[in-house]
């Protein structure tokens, strides 16, 4: 499908997709703006097209209808502008904060009837803070509710501006131990933590969110700790968001490896004991978030 | 929860095969052999009266309601007075037809044979229609751009003012009506008009006298009555009480909620007797029912016995079906026999209307789960959250119930036709989705569909040539959708007449204003309220064909006409045609994404559509005026056009609802498909139209999920869509989705964290989201 040019006033950056009706990402009705590009490489990642800051080529096998000849499973050859169903795609697209603001602002209706708004995501979508707090900046003047997600785990350039511009923050809590989220992730909870007491001291509002993966943050110990820190810390309320294999199809398409494949998915009743435990702390709990 | 008794009930309207029933088909003829001579309204009259004096009536052994269109329920009234040829035809297809089946006996195949067939061949509605259709007319038929409804059977769509007879009774309807016969002494129709409700009385006496029989253990006189004898006092006692509500109600205004939903049944199974037609529909049932629920509550009935009392009536809505040929079975698929039932809305003030019965008449869904009554909400700013939520809640259930209306776009839409704002006001529902003013309308709702996708097909194989631009090309389609228009509306009114002439309702008319005072049958323009309804159908199919044409031939230069004409007419199956018809389906915008430039082309071909219609008038001295619905004949109108530009290939169905946009090309979510639909001049299509929304059963869980719906609903609201029903997937849907994902783009599930396209997911969790689905619809 053609799109029209990401053309516009105001700085840029890349994105891979703009979901409407999202219903988990902060409340209401929503519509989340996926920036590309992430520092950090958590092993369960279920947006894999937003780790690289770069566009790349997807390739939905299942829809590929063979249009040109790949002898001996050679790879696909066409440009994925000419590909005719849509199964090769080029994700990451360079828009502006204004042209980016109207694509949103049409579902106002939604979002003022429900108490939605928008949501930026990502990757890690502090990797552009410059353009993350004035497409904000832009929401705000149109009308529209902001949330943003994030790991918080990057250093803040302006925390008063981002705090001023963004409704609700949605931060993520994910390997506890510092060592061993490091080692796997990249994530530093130490850097998170402090960014998180300087937005809390702006008088931001925040919303924990606890990814509970098998063998990575499901252990007692891990959710005790994140538990404990975000109580600690002054955050009155944490998501629960059980393990989903929703992403496993698009390492498919973009040639990635995976490593929990086959990981069975969690149910709300398998992270029951998480948000219990979260509860003890004093935490309102959710499983999967409003 | 049913109770035990109307569980009974509910069992036994299923218990047995359909059967197709000729006591009706009989009793007119033997009635009409008498009549010979006389003119038509008291002719239909006369048989009527015969009817309701002579067919079998019949009362089991739990029902609290009396009143029985058929000996058993759900079987098939053939009307070869309307049309006996699609009967004959048809004899040995009832049983082994794809859609709408009925099991008929030799021996009755052989009485249509021999003894209906032969009287009605040459003498029917369908004959007339038929030779008065001017040639031109037929000939568009043939050509599948549109064919008129209701030329083999009654006409329906329309409700009758049952309030004002629950409200002053049929005895003072009969005073009423027989003065001003007596003041008129040569008008036939206030002759006939008298003389149905003289056979209304006389029916409802006639139940009275076999359940007093029964009630009292004695074996009733009556030679066609089947009542089974009470087996304990308790039914003795019941039945005793039934006879008194007949004996009540046969001239007395109603006293309470049993008076007015026994009353109620009977004036719908005598209007059935009298056309034998689809979609006469109950109208604000949550209105007029009020003054009788307050007094029963006042004296002190049970709201266990409120409920049981209501079941009983939902579930008499669903012994009524509706035979249809099979090519009209596949416009109109599965019975939508069209007891529609609204709540809600605004008052004549413009205040919000609902009350405590709205709520409980939408959840007595969930104690029945069946298609009928066809509930409806009307929806305006002002409606209260409790109704919105309860309404939110039935929807979850999956049942697709209630469907929604708009008041903030439909009591506009009628007044700019004309219709006082009262009256506007007070509008309802008949059959599906078409809109109509209860006891004040005579709208031939659902008399033709216009095939908006045959007139594109048209005008682009009438021009190998190709055309200069893209303005010329879209000028074309437009000047074929006139020249087409201007035939329907001939075949409608010759359809219209063919009904006065050989076919009036004066039980119906009786109760449709202003037919008493103009001593005039509805079909001869009795009605206040006289407009023809004509749906345009195609607009989703139509946007994304011109607009793939304008980019691919015209703008880019990609593909030439003669090219596209090519792929066209051999359906795609030359080398190297499916790549285009893959990029013509995926690479250019389609309608319902909330992309501007192919929406609007969808509201200019609909609104267009409309301003030609407008243009002309009926018989009755009403005018024609636009909806856009389908029901299911998106089917049946997609297998008479050919392949077409948006990649559809031939035969290939439309797209659903009317607005809807075509199946798995909306792909921005339900709020961008919501948003398309809001361009259209949808304030324009006071026939109404419709707009399917699917949802998985998962989006809308818990209560954070009825706060969605309520808040799309709200949405809906604002943005001046007439209508919206919504299907909750299930999962056989899932699984064709999993075969034939090209099909379903556009379907959204939830799992675990966040809204996902179904088919860009992996096959494990595709298995998993049907799995648990299963689970979830238990």
């Known amino acids: 499908m053609e799109t029209s040019p990401g053309q516009g006033a105001g700085p840029t950056a890349t994105v891979t997709n703009v979901q409407r009706f999202s219903l988990h990402d902060g409340g209401g009705i929503r519509t989340v703006v996926f920036l590309k590009g992430c520092p950090f490489r958590c092993p369960w990642c279920c947006n894999p097209e937003n780790l690289s800051p770069e566009p790349e080529v997807s390739l939905r096998e299942r829809l590929c209808i063979r249009c040109s000849p790949r002898p001996g499973g050679a790879p696909c050859a066409t440009a994925p502008e000419d590909c005719p169903t849509g199964a090769k795609e080029l994700l990451g697209r360079a828009r502006a904060v204004d042209d980016l603001v109207a694509e949103v602002a049409r579902d106002r209706a939604f979002f003022e009837e429900s108490g939605g708004g928008v949501t930026v995501s990502g990757g890690e979508c502090l990797l552009r803070q410059d353009f993350l707090c004035a497409f904000l900046e832009a929401c705000r003047a149109a009308g529209i509710p902001t949330a943003v997600e994030t790991t918080l785990a990057l250093p803040l350039a302006d925390p008063a501006r981002l705090v001023a511009a963004c409704d609700v923050l949605l931060v993520d809590f994910k390997i506890a131990d510092r060592a061993r989220s490091l080692a796997v992730t990249g994530i530093d909870p130490d850097v998170r933590d402090a960014n998180l007491r300087a937005v809390l001291a702006l008088g931001a509002r925040v919303v924990a969110r606890m990814p509970v993966i098998p063998g990575f943050t499901d252990d007692e110990a891990c959710v005790a700790a994140n538990a404990e820190r975000i109580a600690e810390l002054g955050v009155g309320r944490v998501d629960v968001l059980p393990f989903h294999q929703l992403g496993e199809g698009k390492y498919d398409s973009l040639g990635r490896a995976y490593d929990l494949r086959g990981v069975p998915q969690l149910s709300d009743a398998d992270v029951a004991g998480v948000v219990a435990r979260c509860e003890a702390a004093g935490l309102r709990a959710v499983a999967r978030g409003e | ?778």
């Open chain 2, 1 to 778: 929860m049913l109770t035990p008794r109307t569980q009974r009930i509910k069992d036994g309207l299923f218990a047995h095969p359909r059967q197709i029933s000729l006591e009706r088909a009989l009793l007119y003829r033997e009635s009409y052999l008498q009549t010979e001579g006389e003119p038509p309204v008291m002719r239909r009259a006369r048989a009527f009266a015969h009817l309701l004096e002579n067919h079998r009536i019949v009362l089991d052994g739990d029902d609290l309601l009396a009143g029985n269109r058929t000996p058993t329920p759900r079987a098939g009234v053939l009307s070869p007075e309307m049309s006996p040829y699609w009967i004959m035809d048809e004899l040995d297809q009832f049983p082994v037809r794809p859609q709408d089946t009925f099991e008929m006996s030799e021996q009755d195949k052989r009485t249509y044979r021999e003894v209906l067939y032969p009287f009605w061949a040459g003498r029917s509605l369908n004959d007339w229609y038929r030779a008065h259709r001017p040639a031109d007319v037929a000939d568009a038929e043939a050509e599948r751009v549109f064919a008129v409804a209701q030329t083999d059977k009654g006409q329906g769509h329309i409700i009758a003012d049952i309030p004002e007879v629950l409200d002053r009774g049929l005895g003072a309807l009969l005073a009423d009506v027989s003065a001003r016969r007596d003041a008129r002494p040569g008008n036939d129709f206030l002759r006939a008009s008298a003389l149905c409700v003289e056979a209304l009385i006389a029916y409802v006496r006639r139940y009275e006298a076999v359940v007093r029989a029964a009630a009292e253990g004695r074996a009733t006189e009556d030679a066609h009555a089947d009542v089974a004898l009470p087996s304990t006092p308790e039914r003795a006692a019941e039945l005793a009480r039934l006879a008194d509500v007949l004996a009540h109600v046969a001239t007395e205004p109603c006293r309470d909620l049993y008076d007015a939903l026994q009353l109620t049944w009977l004036v719908c199974v005598a209007l059935q007797h009298e056309s034998n037609a689809s979609s006469i529909s109950l109208g604000r049932m949550d209105q007029y029912l009020l003054p009788y629920w307050r007094a029963s509550v006042a004296a002190g009935t049970s709201e266990a016995e409120v409920r049981e009392l209501l079941q009983c009536f939902y579930l008499k809505t669903n012994t009524v079906v509706f035979v249809r040929s099979t090519e009209s079975a596949r416009f109109f698929a599965g019975f939508p026999t069209g007891y529609n039932l609204v709540v809600g809305g605004v008052d004549a003030k413009g205040d919000d209307a609902s009350n405590e019965l709205s709520e409980l008449l939408l959840d007595l869904q969930r104690d029945t789960r069946l298609p009928q009554p066809n509930l409806s909400v009307r929806l305006h700013a002002g409606t209260p959250d409790a109704l919105l939520h309860k309404a939110a809640e039935v929807v979850r259930l999956g049942d697709g119930l209630p469907q929604c209306f708009n008041d903030e776009v439909n009591v506009e839409s009628f007044v700019r036709r004309g219709v006082n704002l009262p009256d506007a006001r007070d509008y309802a529902v008949v059959g599906c989705v078409e809109l109509s003013i209860p006891g004040r309308m005579y709208g031939l709702h659902d008399i033709c569909m216009f095939n908006m996708m045959r007139c594109l097909e048209l005008a682009m194989t009438a021009h190998p040539e190709g055309f200069a631009s893209y303005e010329d090309l879209e000028a074309e389609v437009a000047r074929t959708i006139d020249h087409y228009v201007a035939l329907m509306v001939r075949g409608c009114n010759v359809c219209d007449e063919a009904h006065r002439e050989t076919s009036p309702t004066p039980l119906l008319s009786t109760l449709v204003h202003d037919s008493l005072e103009r001593g005039a049958d509805i079909t001869a323009g009795g009605a206040r309220y006289n407009p023809s309804g004509v749906q345009g159908v195609g607009t989703a199919n139509l946007a994304d064909s011109l607009y793939a044409v304008k980019k691919a031939v015209f703008e880019e230069g990609a593909l030439s006409w003669g090219e596209l004409l090519a792929m066209l007419a051999r359906d795609w199956s030359g080398p190297g045609d499916e790549v285009w018809r893959q990029r013509l389906v995926n690479r250019y915008a389609k309608y319902g994404n909330d992309v501007d430039e192919v929406d609007q082309i969808g509201r200019r071909f609909l609104a267009h559509y409309g301003q030609e219609v407008e243009k002309y008038e009926n018989p009755r001295g009403g005018h024609f005026q636009p909806g856009s619905y389908t029901v299911s004949a998106h089917i049946p109108l997609g297998a008479a056009v050919g392949a077409t530009p948006d990649g559809r290939r031939a035969g290939e169905q439309l797209a659903d609802g009317g607005l809807s946009p075509m199946v798995g090309r909306d792909k921005n979510g339900p709020t961008a498909s919501l948003l398309s639909v809001s361009k259209l001049e949808n304030v324009r299509d006071t026939n109404g139209s419709l707009l399917n929304v699917k949802f998985s059963p998962s989006t809308l869980e818990g209560e954070a999920g009825l706060a969605r719906l309520m808040a799309y609903l709200r949405s809906f609201c604002r943005l001046g869509i007439q209508h919206i029903q919504f299907n909750v997937v299930d999962r056989a849907t899932l699984i064709d989705a999993q075969e034939h994902p090209e099909d379903h783009r556009d379907l959204v599930v939830r799992v675990a964290g966040y809204s996902a396209m179904f088919v860009e997911l992996a096959r494990a969790i595709q298995d998993d989201i049907i799995n648990r689905t299963e689970h979830e619809l238990g």
